[in-house]
């Protein structure tokens, strides 16, 4: 009889070894799918090229709970991540790329009553509020009208544009008459999201009196053309007839805000400015005459702050004190 | 621990792993559905379809790259795969053993003892893998083709060739000569008298090729048992056609092992007949240690490739079960490095006669039976193939009738063609747009990714749908809607019904309706009276309450007016309209009024028509439906186009 | 009982030897098997069909013998053509010494040459015998008939015909066919064409009778050329006039020769019957097609504008309507 040698033995257990490494490639690439293949989704990539284990289901896309009686989904609803944003909307993908863009969702809807008239639901996924609100306010319209959603949002003819928690969405429609429509799409939008607490931004410390509170947007980056402000929130008074921009921002530290102070103050000399004053009450405080505007630098504790390209002299000094006097009280 | 148990717990734990993919082979995102599963893993370690699809299309599709690792393992160890990892070789094995218990000792190694037919499985290896080497020969006949690699692959071939042909029947000394004269003389023939009709090729290897073979009648037939009785993978019962077909091989492959273990192994199996091949010069083989053997047979009672252990062991029929080295009670088996002490022989048993004459079979056989002109004119117009499948001469090249993507479609509605096709297209994939629940889905590519040959190739839902880059080429269609206006109820029988144009996917759909009033039958009435909007008939003629369905209509009819007014309600002898029949009309002596229905009658429209079939599988007129499709149309052979401008 | 033979050199030694040859056996086939695996690995699979990149038939026209038209009256077909030619100049201006010419023919029906329906077989021999006095090398004729090729070219007279005068004859298989895309062209794209007759062509002289025809209202030399399409072509009667016109992008001819000796006046393009044709004594040689069938409609009684495909072709540069302004070299042989 055959006596099991211990050659035998270790080959047969490498075997079993082996059998146990193909339970586990087999059990590791099961997970290795891509979900959002499974939601119907539409990627541009061309020529029919092969994706693993990517298998659509049948109808899905946006709740159709939350599409309004009157319209019906033109088409699948459409994803698109950072590689591919710019197949969706080409040069303007920069924007949202450098503010945190996580993902878009869009999809076509069309009117029952006539087929003419469309509309697009684009859904812009960003990385956090701030990222939302930055891309909301920067793209803002001219001539648009604020729209009571109960978050920042305005309309112009023939788009609605809205922002919440870290999500900004934009509305836009082939023709003119889907006014209703689109408002009442918008409004279930944000009522399906979970209610998001507004976080307490810097922008709620400008003074309220004379704000044109829809006037606030967040820049993110190169702000009024110096590299070294990024993440400034502005926002309009209207004085007397004068339009007051005023500006907002809070920094990691105070020392980095008096820096920062110092370091625009300069920037602004160099470019043809000079020093014209202070605020009275608020020391480190500088106004510079650049051309013939007006520009009041300011900080005080972690925020930097002041007016930007006034006009009026008097009208840029009381925004900036009453904006200072905020700050104080903010900082006790 | 002994290396039969091991073989066997490989054995069990390969089987389970091939059920558990059949079972995930369902459509979903759940842990026991589809995910990310390698479902085609055993269909992509086959050999024979790598091999095939290289002779056919000269490459060697993703996937079945993991054949090399079964190459490759196969001429370093020999038949392990047979042996070890086969789920239908595992089949049989179970069978053979509950088959021979019982048995005496002798009676098993009778069983076992090598048969001269083992060498049909040669044959059958030739003879479906042959018709693929049509198309190689084409392209060598075709000087516009050739460039280094082509020129690499054909002196492969020829190497190969030559290899072979001196083994077989190795005694005879002309085997080389008439071989590659043979060769030669069908090129020439091709190339001087241009013999267009000569070179077709086909993939046939998977009609016997047990690995397609087991996945599609565990898949056809085993699955949709269980469906029916626990609904293992699906809700609702899943059909196939063909089931006679396939459980007939099956079944007979399987219950022939009681007579013979491993039957199909032994002698049909063409996959087996490869590895036989191609382990020729295996490092390790079973063998005698040395040649001081009783004769007692006892290797042979539990040989499973009735390789005749105990005399000279034929290397190809050793399929590594190593039960011989148990079995017997001297030692004397084991898996050496050395060729057996009593000999072997490493070559089949063909004769050269054999060996041409399926050869020949092999690649006459495809160009024989495209004399049919099913590839050209005489194409079947009910043959409706997936979304993204090949035209039909590439798609027979690549198909290894797995049944994978029939066993994939959440709707059911790809079946095994049995008949549409011929026997080149036996088991391949033909949507049965009745079967299932609903045509072709407009949002679904499952097949197309789940094809392990990409004989359906993978397509993006964008270029199914026609968005996006694809949106000049339009979308994918796969046949055209037609009503049949002599069944369809608005049509022939003045029945409202526009079920196909509801459902219709497309948007704007494809089937678009025509606004048209017939009268119903006995539908000309004589009026007693008219008040307001109710009218009273001179007799009791009409069925109570039959034309309040909102579809009937009075026509109402005075020298060249006339107006048609809905009915709400009636009875025997008066109709309820829904609004007044206008004044100028009812005159005093209107006597008639004429009964109308309103039908919508349905038109396609091929512009926009993909083929999908929903409309056929929604249709009412549930036998021989009143909108059927047929392959009129559809965008992979331009030229069964419709239309001239068509997308 | 162990049987060592001492003959024969130590078991182990020889059992390392051939351990060693079959591990290079194997070893190559394994170099094998993988080679080829690597070389022919394709990841992505086959793609979608993809049109074919524009493959132009090359331009047969002879540039040095400038644009001209001639029309040359009288009863007999070698008369008139012999005049015409060398009204033009003589076909030596046109082929060359050398020169492998191919002589597209109407022969899409199988019916005799007395019904006008195909080309006038003794008008083809004589082209030919022209071509060889001028010095061709070779001349094929060729036409992807409507009905039986074999049938067609028999009975019309053309094989005969072909053959006496020492002509090949092209008889359209399937290897012929290529798929070709006409820049420009709204139908030819990607569409089987008897590309395969071109194979080392230099000139192509297209002779074609002058017919009436119920879907174009004509069929001249510019409708000739659909003899060179393939697959299933009566898909484009739906919308013949711009097919046309493709038809005059896909071919740049040296020559088209308008045969209205006799013209198919009623039920074209078969007729049927004599009582179809009319005798209209012209013979027309062209440079320019769109010319040539310009001054082919008066033979049945038309206008140029009568006939859409016209100025389709010439709107889209295949040549000019305006045969006038060619100055038209007429000849008379009585």
């Given at each position: 009889?055959?006596?099991?040698?211990?050659?035998?033995?270790?080959?047969?257990?490498?075997?079993l070894?082996l059998?146990?490494g193909?339970t586990?490639w087999?059990?590791?690439?099961?997970?290795?799918?891509?979900?959002g293949f499974?939601s119907?989704?539409?990627?541009?990539e061309g020529n029919?090229?092969y994706?693993?284990n990517?298998?659509?289901s049948?109808?899905?896309?946006?709740?159709s709970?939350?599409?309004?009686?009157?319209l019906?989904?033109?088409g699948?609803?459409?994803?698109?991540d950072?590689?591919?944003?710019?197949?969706k909307?080409d040069?303007k993908?920069?924007?949202?790329l450098?503010?945190?863009f996580?993902?878009l969702?869009?999809?076509?809807?069309?009117?029952?009553a006539?087929?003419?008239?469309?509309?697009e639901?684009?859904?812009?996924?960003?990385?956090?509020p701030?990222?939302?609100f930055s891309?909301?306010?920067?793209?803002?319209?001219k001539?648009?009208?604020?729209?009571?959603?109960?978050v920042?949002?305005?309309?112009?003819?023939d788009?609605l544009?809205?922002t919440?928690g870290?999500?900004y969405?934009?509305?836009i429609s082939a023709?003119k008459d889907?006014?209703?429509?689109m408002?009442?799409?918008?409004?279930?939008?944000?009522?399906?999201?979970p209610?998001y607490?507004e976080?307490?931004?810097?922008?709620s410390?400008?003074?309220?009196?004379s704000?044109?509170e829809?006037?606030i947007?967040?820049?993110m980056?190169?702000?009024?053309?110096?590299?070294k402000?990024d993440r400034?929130?502005?926002?309009s008074y209207?004085?007397?007839?004068?339009?007051?921009?005023a500006?907002?921002s809070?920094?990691e530290?105070?020392q980095?805000?008096?820096?920062?102070?110092a370091a625009?103050?300069r920037?602004?000399l160099?470019?043809?400015?000079?020093?014209?004053?202070?605020?009275p009450?608020?020391?480190?405080s500088r106004i510079?005459?650049v051309?013939?505007?007006?520009?009041?630098?300011?900080h005080?504790?972690?925020?930097?702050a002041g007016?930007?390209?006034?006009?009026n002299?008097?009208?840029?000094?009381?925004v900036a004190?009453?904006?200072?006097g905020?700050?104080?009280?903010?900082?006790? | 621990m002994?290396i039969?148990t091991?073989?066997?717990?490989?054995?069990?734990?390969?089987?389970v792993l091939f059920?558990?993919?059949?079972?995930?082979?369902?459509?979903?995102?759940?842990f026991w559905?589809?995910r990310?599963w390698?479902v085609?893993?055993?269909l992509?370690?086959?050999?024979?379809a790598?091999?095939?699809?290289?002779l056919?299309?000269?490459t060697?599709?993703?996937?079945?790259?993991?054949?090399?690792?079964?190459v490759?393992l196969?001429?370093v160890?020999?038949r392990?795969f047979c042996?070890w990892?086969c789920?239908?070789?595992?089949?049989?094995?179970l069978?053979?053993?509950?088959g021979?218990?019982?048995?005496?000792?002798?009676e098993?190694?009778?069983?076992?003892r090598?048969?001269?037919?083992?060498?049909?499985?040669?044959?059958?290896?030739?003879?479906?893998?042959c018709p693929?080497l049509?198309?190689?020969?084409l392209?060598i006949?075709?000087s516009?083709?050739?460039?280094p690699?082509?020129?690499?692959c054909?002196?492969?071939?020829?190497?190969i060739?030559?290899?072979?042909?001196?083994?077989v029947?190795?005694?005879?000394?002309r085997?080389?000569?008439?071989?590659?004269?043979?060769?030669?003389?069908?090129?020439a023939?091709?190339?001087?008298l241009?013999?267009?009709?000569?070179?077709?090729a086909s993939l046939?290897?998977?009609?016997l090729?047990p690995?397609?073979?087991?996945?599609?009648?565990v898949?056809?037939?085993?699955?949709?048992f269980?469906?029916?009785a626990?609904?293992l993978?699906?809700?609702?019962?899943?059909?196939y056609?063909g089931?006679?077909?396939?459980?007939f091989?099956?079944f007979?492959?399987?219950?022939l092992?009681?007579a013979?273990?491993r039957?199909?192994?032994?002698?049909?199996?063409?996959?087996?007949?490869?590895?036989?091949i191609?382990?020729?010069?295996a490092?390790w083989r079973?063998?005698?240690?040395?040649a001081?053997?009783s004769q007692?047979s006892?290797?042979d009672?539990?040989c499973?490739?009735a390789?005749d252990p105990a005399?000279?062991?034929?290397?190809p029929?050793?399929v590594?079960?190593?039960?011989?080295?148990?079995?017997?009670?001297?030692d004397?088996m084991g898996?050496?490095?050395?060729?057996?002490?009593?000999?072997?022989?490493?070559s089949p048993?063909?004769?050269?006669r054999?060996?041409?004459?399926?050869?020949?079979c092999?690649?006459a056989?495809v160009?024989?039976?495209r004399i049919?002109?099913?590839?050209?004119?005489n194409?079947d117009?009910?043959l409706?193939r997936?979304p993204?499948s090949?035209?039909?001469?590439e798609?027979?090249?690549?198909?290894?009738?797995c049944?994978?993507c029939?066993r994939?479609?959440?709707t059911n509605?790809i079946?095994p063609?049995i008949?549409?096709?011929?026997?080149?297209?036996l088991?391949?994939?033909?949507?049965?747009?009745?079967?299932?629940?609903?045509?072709?889905?407009?949002?679904?590519?499952?097949?197309?990714?789940?094809?392990?040959t990409a004989?359906?190739?993978p397509?993006?839902?964008?270029?199914?749908?026609g968005?996006g880059v694809?949106?000049?080429?339009?979308p994918i269609?796969i046949?055209?809607a037609f009503?049949?206006?002599s069944?369809?109820?608005?049509?022939?029988?003045?029945?409202?019904?526009i079920v196909?144009?509801?459902?219709c996917p497309?948007?704007?759909?494809a089937i678009?309706?025509?606004?048209?009033?017939?009268?119903?039958?006995d539908?000309?009435?004589?009026?007693?009276?008219?008040?307001g909007?109710s009218?009273?008939?001179?007799?009791?003629v009409?069925q109570?309450?039959r034309?309040?369905t909102?579809d009937?209509?009075v026509l109402v009819?005075s020298?060249?007016?006339?107006?048609?007014?809905?009915?709400l309600?009636n009875?025997?002898k008066?109709i309820?309209?829904?609004s007044r029949?206008?004044?100028?009309l009812?005159?005093?002596d209107?006597?008639?009024?004429v009964l109308?229905?309103?039908?919508?009658?349905?038109?396609?429209?091929?512009?926009?028509?993909?083929?999908?079939?929903?409309?056929?599988?929604?249709?009412p007129v549930?036998?021989?439906r009143a909108?059927?499709?047929?392959?009129?149309?559809e965008?992979?052979?331009?030229?069964?186009?419709?239309?001239l401008?068509?997308? | 009982?162990?049987?060592?033979?001492k003959?024969?050199?130590?078991?182990?030694?020889?059992?390392r030897?051939d351990?060693l040859?079959r591990?290079?056996?194997a070893?190559?086939?394994?170099g094998?098997?993988?080679?080829?695996g690597y070389l022919?690995?394709?990841?992505a699979?086959?793609g979608?069909p993809?049109?074919?990149?524009?493959v132009?038939l090359?331009?047969?026209?002879v540039?040095?013998a400038?644009?001209k038209?001639?029309i040359a009256?009288?009863?007999?077909?070698?008369?008139?053509?012999?005049a015409?030619l060398?009204?033009?100049g003589g076909?030596?201006c046109f082929?060359k010494?050398g020169?492998?010419?191919?002589?597209k023919v109407?022969?899409?029906?199988?019916?005799?040459?007395?019904?006008?329906a195909?080309?006038?077989p003794?008008?083809?021999a004589?082209v030919?015998?022209?071509?060889f006095?001028?010095?061709?090398?070779?001349?094929?004729?060729?036409?992807n008939s409507?009905?039986?090729?074999?049938?067609?070219?028999?009975?019309s007279?053309?094989?005969?015909a072909a053959?006496?005068?020492?002509?090949?004859l092209i008889?359209?298989?399937?290897?012929?066919?290529s798929?070709?895309?006409?820049?420009?062209?709204n139908?030819?794209r990607?569409?089987?064409?008897?590309?395969?007759a071109?194979?080392?062509?230099?000139k192509?002289?297209?002779i074609?009778p002058v017919?009436?025809?119920h879907r174009s209202?004509?069929?001249?030399?510019?409708?000739n050329?659909?003899?060179?399409i393939?697959?299933?072509?009566?898909?484009?009667?739906?919308?013949?006039?711009?097919?046309?016109?493709?038809?005059?992008?896909m071919?740049?001819p040296t020559?088209?020769?308008?045969?209205?000796?006799?013209a198919?006046i009623s039920n074209?393009?078969t007729?049927?019957?004599v009582s179809d044709?009319?005798?209209t004594?012209?013979?027309?040689?062209s440079?320019d097609?769109?010319?040539?069938?310009?001054?082919?409609?008066a033979?049945?009684g038309?206008?140029?504008?009568?006939?859409?495909f016209i100025a389709?072709a010439?709107q889209a540069?295949?040549?000019t309507?305006d045969f006038?302004?060619?100055?038209p070299?007429?000849?008379?042989?009585g």
């Open positions: 009889m055959r006596r099991t040698g211990i050659a035998e033995t270790c080959i047969g257990i490498l075997i070894a059998l146990a193909i586990g087999v059990y590791f690439a099961q997970s290795l799918f891509d979900p499974y119907v989704s539409l990627r541009e029919g090229s994706r693993k990517s298998l659509p049948p109808g899905s896309g946006p709740a709970a939350l599409i309004p009686e009157n019906i989904p033109m699948p609803e459409e994803t698109f950072s590689e591919t944003l710019s197949d909307i040069g993908a920069e924007l949202y450098s503010s945190g996580v993902k969702r869009a999809r076509r809807f069309v009117s029952k006539d087929p003419k008239s469309w509309l639901l684009f859904i812009y996924e960003m990385a956090d701030t990222k939302a891309v909301y306010s920067s793209q803002k319209r001539d648009s009208k604020p729209v009571d959603l109960g920042s949002a305005y309309a112009t003819e788009a544009f809205f919440n870290p999500k969405f934009e509305i023709s889907l006014g209703e429509a408002t009442s799409l918008a409004k279930n939008l944000v009522e399906a999201e209610k607490t976080q307490q931004t810097e922008a410390l400008f003074p309220l009196e704000l044109d829809s006037s947007s967040l820049h980056s190169d702000v009024f053309g110096f590299s402000l400034v929130y502005t926002a209207g004085v007397g007839v004068a339009q007051v921009t500006f907002l809070k920094r530290s105070a980095e805000a008096a820096d920062l102070a625009y103050g920037f602004l160099e470019n043809g400015g000079v020093e014209a004053g202070e605020i009450g608020a020391p480190d510079y005459k051309f013939d505007t007006y520009e009041v630098v300011l005080r504790g972690k925020f930097l007016t930007h390209e006034v006009d002299m008097e009208s840029a000094k009381d004190s009453r904006i200072y905020k700050l104080e009280e903010a900082g006790r | 002994r039969t091991v073989r066997r717990i490989t054995q069990i734990f390969f089987f059920i558990w993919f059949c079972i995930a082979s369902t459509f979903g995102q759940s559905q589809l990310g390698p085609n893993w055993f992509e370690l086959d050999p024979l790598a091999l095939g699809t290289i056919t299309t000269r060697l599709y993703s996937g079945l790259l993991w054949a090399i690792a079964t490759v196969t001429v160890l020999g392990f042996g990892l789920p239908f070789g595992a089949m049989h094995h069978i053979g053993y509950l021979s218990r019982g048995r005496s000792v002798r098993k190694i009778a069983a076992n090598y048969m001269g037919a083992q060498r049909i499985k040669y044959y059958l290896l030739l003879v479906l893998l693929a049509g198309a190689f020969v392209n006949a075709d516009s083709t050739w460039d690699l082509s020129i690499a054909v002196l492969c071939l020829l190497a060739s030559v290899a072979v042909s001196q083994k029947d190795p005694v005879s000394r085997p080389i000569t008439v071989f590659i004269g043979l060769a030669v003389l069908w090129v023939a091709g190339y001087f241009k013999l267009d009709g000569a070179f077709s046939m290897t998977g009609l090729d690995i397609p073979l087991v996945y599609r009648s898949n056809f037939l085993l699955l949709p269980a469906d029916s626990f609904h993978t699906s809700a609702a019962q899943r059909h056609e089931p006679w077909l396939t459980a091989v099956f007979s492959a399987l219950i092992n009681l013979i273990p039957f199909y192994c032994r002698f049909l199996c063409p996959l087996g007949a490869f590895f036989g191609l382990g020729r010069y490092l079973v063998g005698k240690k040395t001081q053997c007692c006892l290797c009672s539990r499973e490739g390789c005399g000279r062991i034929r290397i029929e050793c590594l079960c190593m039960n011989c080295l148990y079995t017997c009670h001297e004397l898996y050496n490095t050395f060729r057996s002490a009593s000999g072997e022989s490493i048993d063909l004769s050269r054999g060996f041409i004459t399926a050869a020949v092999g690649i056989a160009p024989m039976l049919d002109g099913k590839l050209s004119q194409y117009p009910a409706i997936p993204g090949l035209a039909e001469p798609f027979l090249n690549r198909c290894i009738r049944g994978q029939a994939v479609c959440p509605v079946q063609d008949t549409k096709a011929g026997i080149e297209g088991w391949t994939p033909a949507l049965n747009m009745r079967t299932g629940s609903s045509g072709c889905q407009m949002n679904c590519t499952a097949c197309s990714h789940i094809c392990p004989a359906i190739r397509i993006s839902l964008e270029e199914k749908l968005r694809f949106e000049k080429t339009g269609r046949g055209t009503i049949d206006r069944r369809c109820l608005p049509w022939a029988m003045d029945k409202p019904c196909c144009q509801e459902n497309v948007s704007p759909k678009f309706a025509k606004e048209s009033f017939a009268t119903v039958r539908g000309n009435l004589d009026v007693a009276e008219i008040s909007a009218v009273l008939l001179a007799k009791p009409l109570p309450d034309f309040g909102g009937f209509f009819q020298g060249d007016n006339f107006a048609r007014t809905r009915i309600s009875s025997q008066s309820i309209l829904e029949i206008s004044p100028e009812t005159t005093a209107l006597k008639k009024l109308q229905v309103r039908l919508q009658t349905p038109q396609i429209d091929p512009d926009l028509c993909t083929g999908c079939g929903i409309c056929e599988h929604e249709c549930s036998g021989l909108v059927r499709v047929s392959a009129e149309g965008s992979r052979n331009k030229k069964h186009s419709l239309l401008n068509r997308k | 009982m162990r049987n060592i033979s003959d024969h050199p130590p078991q182990w030694e020889m059992n030897r351990f040859i591990s290079a056996k070893g190559i086939t394994l094998a098997a993988t080679a080829i022919l690995y394709d990841p699979g086959p979608a993809v049109e074919k990149s524009s132009a090359p331009d047969f026209s540039p040095e400038g644009r038209i001639a009256t009288g009863d007999d077909r070698i008369k008139t053509v012999n015409a060398k009204a033009l076909i030596e082929v010494k020169d492998r010419v191919l002589i109407n022969a899409a029906f199988a019916t005799p040459p007395s019904l006008c195909t080309t006038n003794e008008l083809l004589e030919t015998h022209l071509c006095r001028a010095g061709a090398t070779a001349v094929a004729v060729t036409d409507i009905n039986n090729p074999e049938s067609c070219f028999a009975l007279g053309i094989g005969d053959q006496s005068s020492g002509a090949d008889v359209p298989r399937e290897s012929l066919f798929n070709i895309t006409v820049p420009g062209s139908f030819i990607n569409w089987p064409v008897l590309f395969g071109f194979h080392g062509v230099t192509l002289i297209g074609a017919k009436d025809h209202g004509a069929s001249m030399s510019m409708k050329w659909y003899g060179f393939g697959g299933r072509r009566n898909i484009f009667h739906q919308d013949i006039h711009t097919f046309i016109k493709d038809l005059a992008l071919i740049r020559l088209v020769i308008l045969d209205g000796i006799f198919m074209g393009p007729g049927g019957s044709l009319k005798q004594h012209t013979m027309i040689v440079t097609q769109v010319a040539a069938d310009a001054a082919g409609s033979l049945l038309k206008t140029p504008a009568d006939l859409p389709k010439e540069g295949a040549g309507s006038e302004a060619l100055s070299l007429r000849v008379s042989t």
